[in-house]
């Protein structure tokens, strides 16, 4: 089997994480700990970083941290994680729905502007599997009417948009540490900002919201997202080669374009488009011929080995919301077309070229 994720993890990561467990520095208070958020804070150009145990825990203190009004609205992708949404719901505030680019998948600006409505008090922009949003006119937008920007960069670890890094745009921006994300600590996440007390705040949610003069008697409602020493040692031997590991995967999305995107019923993104370049954090193409759904490629591709995932399935169509009566306005007919007909492929790190090579003759053969 050809797994949709195999990370690429080497000798002198193991070396790093041993040396964690036998100096028994494991668990939340460590010096690697410290040495991440401070080097990827750094690398972000932001003042403050403080790591968590996933990109959803990040989500989530972020939309708390804000301090919002019961009711306040959160602006959101319809084509993205749930993890969007839930971090909007568990802080008890509305969720309003945008629809994705059908090119970029990608929240569109221009009905972005639109939506925009007094009750807004915040925008969640994720950037979503490989090219980035046009972040810089979301900031803009943001500033012009006093919103808050959270900018989603859990899948664009290491991408540039004019010349910054993705995640260096938000008033807090988020990254995921995930098992298949640019860099992985097995599971993980990290919040950086320029505003001390965001910085604070997480601080405090992460760890419980213990007591500043008496520990035991907690300030306010907390979880604990404290994550450990010796994931942060894999994070940062992995941070220290960034750059390759970056350049290799636009290497996969590029090879994977040459060799599909001459197939007339194959839509896969290009490297770049004008001042957009493509991450590929993961490789994921839409299948054009109408009678060949999602769902049927990937069971085709199961039986040949080669393991693939689902794109997300549209926020307005999750199971949750209907249980629990929410209903979304809008129209949302491109995300509900890019789900039923997007799948990504086989774009670990660990994926050799010869794999990926035979993923697209099959694919090619199937969709001819």
Not at 71 to 77: H, K, S, Y
Not at 127 to 133: A, D, N, R, S, T
Not at 335 to 343: F, M, Q, V
Request: charged letters at 30%; hydrophobic letters at 35%.
């Amino acid at each position: 089997m050809i797994p949709v994720n195999r990370p690429l993890l080497n000798n002198n990561d193991a070396k790093k994480v041993f040396k964690v467990v036998k100096d028994n520095w494991v668990s939340s208070s460590g010096k690697e700990i410290k040495i991440f958020e401070s080097r990827f804070s750094k690398l972000m150009n932001k003042k403050y970083g403080s790591l968590v145990t996933s990109g959803t825990a990040a989500l989530e203190i972020a939309i708390k941290s804000l301090n919002l009004n019961k009711n306040d609205e959160v602006i959101i992708p319809n084509f993205t994680i749930i993890s969007n949404a839930l971090a909007v719901l568990k802080n008890d505030l509305k969720i309003k729905l945008i629809d994705c680019d059908q090119k970029k998948w990608n929240i569109n600006f221009e009905d972005l502007k639109r939506k925009i409505s007094k009750k807004t008090k915040a925008i969640i922009a994720t950037h979503i599997y490989g090219f980035p949003l046009e972040i810089d006119k979301i900031q803009k937008l943001c500033k012009q009417k006093k919103i808050y920007l959270i900018e989603d960069a859990a899948e664009m670890l290491g991408n540039k948009f004019k010349n910054r890094y993705c995640g260096s745009y938000g008033d807090i921006s988020i990254f995921s540490f995930y098992a298949n994300k640019t860099i992985t600590m097995g599971e993980g996440g990290i919040l950086v900002t320029n505003s001390k007390k965001f910085y604070n705040n997480f601080e405090s949610y992460k760890n419980l919201c213990f007591g500043k003069i008496d520990r035991y008697n907690h300030d306010d409602i907390g979880w604990n997202y404290r994550i450990t020493n010796m994931q942060a040692a894999l994070g940062l031997s992995q941070l220290n080669r960034i750059d390759l590991i970056v350049k290799r995967k636009k290497e996969i999305g590029k090879l994977y374009y040459d060799l599909l995107s001459k197939n007339k019923n194959i839509y896969i993104q290009e490297p770049n488009d004008k001042e957009f370049e493509n991450a590929y954090w993961v490789v994921g193409i839409i299948v054009k011929n109408k009678k060949m759904t999602s769902k049927n490629l990937r069971r085709k591709l199961f039986l040949k080995q080669i393991d693939t995932r689902a794109f997300f399935w549209p926020i307005n169509k999750q199971k949750i919301f209907k249980k629990l009566k929410i209903k979304f306005k809008g129209n949302f007919q491109n995300s509900e077309y890019i789900s039923k007909y997007g799948l990504y492929l086989p774009s670990g790190l660990g994926t050799t070229n010869n794999e990926i090579k035979k993923v697209c003759k099959i694919l090619n053969e199937f969709l001819k």
